[in-house]
């Protein structure tokens, strides 16, 4: 193990004593360490003036592991960056649910075994999104968990018409549309009334959020489907797109959003042997 980035969550992890701790662990077992913030703090956050923090862009291209600290959240602003690297993910949760996260805070002694190389990947599904208005590319991303469509603030219905392989698969009109993966599948997809999918599972998942048309259910596709979002012609107004809980696009009538799966795959790092089904049972009585 050559290098492994620190990215904190100042919000989080007050005073820094998770990742303080954690900085000592790895370095008493020989692992040069760097602490790089995965975000821009406020102005007025005071940061410790012990502590040397690095340039996340310097630092990743030549890092072996990234650990954030966080909740799911946190992961989920690094998962896109890491992944364009092909550099794994360990997330330690100091959140509430930190589905994605291996280990919590009390564990941290867990971290030695990543110098003697003792832990596996866990290569997790990714989609691609892609706007055009017209001829042009108006918005490119990835996303580790959803896509989500919606009317944004304003108390109304959007109409959305959602296509899979260029056949109308469904026409809702309410809040909006999400399309997850299998790891979102427990985010905003499971909230909205979707269904909990292993993260091993292939597939994508299309939930209407509350829709106001009963015909409107939740779609589990393949994998290998091409799914196209746009709002119908009775549409007023318009709608607002999201990847993974980011800034938001707005899309105008005649914008199309096509979501497929991607060619890049998050990585993340295992260090204990634990059922997918036992994380949920766990997660869901402690929420």
Same mark, same amino acid.
């Given at each position: 193990?050559?290098?492994?980035?620190?990215?904190?969550?100042?919000?989080?992890?007050?005073?820094?004593?998770?990742? #303080?701790?954690?900085?000592?662990?790895?370095?008493?077992? +020989? !692992?040069?360490?760097?602490? =790089?913030?995965?975000?821009? @703090?406020?102005?007025?956050?005071?940061?410790?003036?012990?502590?040397?923090?690095?340039?996340?862009?310097?630092?990743?291209?030549?890092?072996?592991?990234?650990?954030?600290?966080?909740?799911?959240?946190?992961?989920?602003?690094?998962?896109?960056?890491?992944?364009?690297?092909?550099?794994?993910?360990?997330?330690?949760?100091?959140?509430?649910?930190?589905?994605?996260?291996?280990?919590?805070?009390?564990?941290?002694?867990?971290?030695?075994?990543?110098?003697?190389?003792?832990?596996?990947?866990?290569?997790?599904?990714?989609?691609?999104?892609?706007?055009?208005?017209?001829?042009?590319?108006?918005?490119?991303?990835?996303?580790?968990?959803?896509?989500?469509?919606?009317?944004?603030?304003?108390? #109304?219905?959007?109409?959305?018409?959602?296509?899979?392989? +260029? !056949?109308?698969?469904?026409? =809702?009109?309410?809040?909006? @549309?999400?399309?997850?993966?299998?790891?979102?599948?427990?985010?905003?997809?499971?909230?909205?009334?979707?269904?909990?999918?292993?993260?091993?599972?292939?597939?994508?998942?299309?939930?209407?959020?509350?829709?106001?048309?009963?015909?409107?259910?939740?779609?589990?596709?393949?994998?290998?489907?091409?799914?196209?979002?746009?709002?119908?012609?009775?549409?007023?107004?318009?709608?607002?797109?999201?990847?993974?809980?980011?800034?938001?696009?707005?899309?105008?009538?005649?914008?199309?959003?096509?979501?497929?799966?991607?060619?890049?795959?998050?990585?993340?790092?295992?260090?204990?042997?634990?059922?997918?089904?036992?994380?949920?049972?766990?997660?869901?009585?402690?929420?």
């Amino acid at each position: 193990m050559k290098k492994v980035i620190l990215t904190p969550n100042p919000y989080r992890d007050k005073d820094f004593s998770t990742v #303080r701790e954690a900085m000592r662990i790895l370095r008493d077992s +020989g !692992v040069e360490v760097r602490l =790089c913030l995965p975000f821009e @703090v406020d102005r007025t956050y005071e940061l410790p003036r012990d502590l040397r923090f690095y340039r996340l862009d310097r630092e990743l291209p030549t890092a072996s592991m990234v650990i954030c600290f966080g909740g799911d959240g946190t992961i989920l602003h690094m998962a896109k960056a890491a992944t364009r690297q092909g550099i794994p993910i360990l997330g330690v949760n100091i959140g509430t649910m930190g589905f994605m996260a291996e280990l919590e805070s009390t564990e941290l002694q867990q971290l030695k075994r990543i110098a003697m190389g003792d832990y596996t990947i866990d290569e997790r599904m990714m989609l691609d999104v892609t706007v055009h208005r017209d001829r042009d590319i108006i918005f490119h991303d990835i996303g580790l968990n959803d896509v989500v469509i919606t009317k944004g603030a304003i108390a #109304r219905i959007v109409h959305l018409n959602v296509d899979c392989d +260029g !056949v109308q698969a469904m026409e =809702c009109g309410g809040d909006g @549309v999400i399309v997850a993966t299998p790891t979102g599948s427990t985010a905003y997809s499971l909230s909205a009334g979707g269904p909990i999918v292993e993260p091993e599972a292939r597939n994508i998942i299309i939930t209407p959020i509350c829709a106001h048309m009963v015909g409107s259910r939740c779609i589990v596709t393949s994998e290998k489907r091409v799914i196209t979002v746009s709002l119908t012609r009775n549409a007023r107004r318009n709608a607002f797109l999201s990847v993974d809980g980011g800034k938001a696009l707005r899309m105008n009538l005649g914008d199309v959003a096509t979501i497929k799966k991607s060619n890049l795959t998050t990585k993340l790092v295992r260090l204990q042997d634990r059922s997918f089904f036992d994380v949920v049972n766990t997660k869901f009585k402690n929420s």
